[in-house]
Each structure stands twice: as structure tokens, then as C-alpha cells.
């Protein structure tokens, strides 16, 4: 599985932004879908994360009620939308895969087999 993300910019706090996660392969729906995101200086944190089928969504504490993710198997995506910004939430987003469906293990990064590259968001007081 490859993994392409994007969407990421520049936005003043407040604002929105959606992340955009494109897979390669067929086997797209068969894998659980996280978002992690690391700051400068900072270790890669848990954002959240979508089950296969889509029936299952987790969230950050950080980021509940002001980030939403949905996944569209059709189309071997996922999305993270971004609403209400702050400037801490600054970071590199990436997407990754991940054979599971437990909270348990879907937030922790190293239960991921495959990685996408990351895109920028910068969030501006």
C-alpha cells in the first residue's frame, strides 16, 4: 500500500483545512486509517483513525469536536477535516495503514505497516 497526503497550507487560527490521504492497491478497505502529526521538537502523536469499513472513529482528546476524519473506500481515500485551528496544532500530518480496529492499538505508531510522506500545516495567531 502507498499512501499520498495532502491538502496542507497556511491558515490563520480559526480556520479550516482539509488533508486529503490518497492509497494505492485494492485492498484499500481491509485497513484501518490513522492521522499523526509531529511538531518540531516534538514525538509523533496520535491525531485519530478510521476502521476499514468506516464504522469505527477515534479521536485525540486534543482534537475531539474540531477534527473530523471519513474515509471514502470507492475512491482509496481518507480525510481528516481540520476546523476551529490553532496555532499548536502546527505540525507535519501524515497518514498510515494499519491491519486493526482497536483504539488500543490504532493509537500507537507502531502498530502501522505503511506511511505516507506528510504535508505541512501551519496555523498562524
Known amino acids: 500500500v502507498q499512501l499520498q497526503a495532502s491538502g496542507g497550507g497556511l491558515v490563520q487560527a480559526g480556520g479550516s483545512l482539509r488533508l486529503s490521504c490518497a492509497a494505492s492497491g485494492r485492498t484499500f478497505s481491509t485497513y484501518a486509517m490513522g492521522w499523526f502529526r509531529q511538531a518540531p521538537g516534538k514525538e509523533r502523536e496520535f491525531v485519530g483513525a478510521?476502521?476499514?469499513?468506516?464504522?469505527?472513529?477515534y479521536y485525540a482528546d486534543s482534537v475531539k469536536g474540531r477534527f473530523t476524519i471519513s474515509r471514502d473506500n470507492a475512491k482509496n481515500t481518507v480525510y481528516l477535516q481540520m476546523s476551529s485551528l490553532k496555532p499548536e496544532d502546527t505540525a507535519v500530518y501524515y497518514c498510515?495503514?494499519?491491519?486493526?480496529?482497536?483504539?488500543?492499538?490504532?493509537?500507537?505508531?507502531?502498530?502501522?505497516?505503511?506511511w505516507g510522506q506528510g504535508t505541512q500545516v501551519t496555523v498562524s495567531s
Open positions: 478510521v476502521t476499514g469499513s468506516g464504522s469505527s472513529i
Open positions: 498510515a495503514a494499519a491491519l486493526a480496529r482497536s483504539f488500543t492499538i490504532l493509537q500507537n505508531l507502531k502498530n502501522y505497516d505503511y
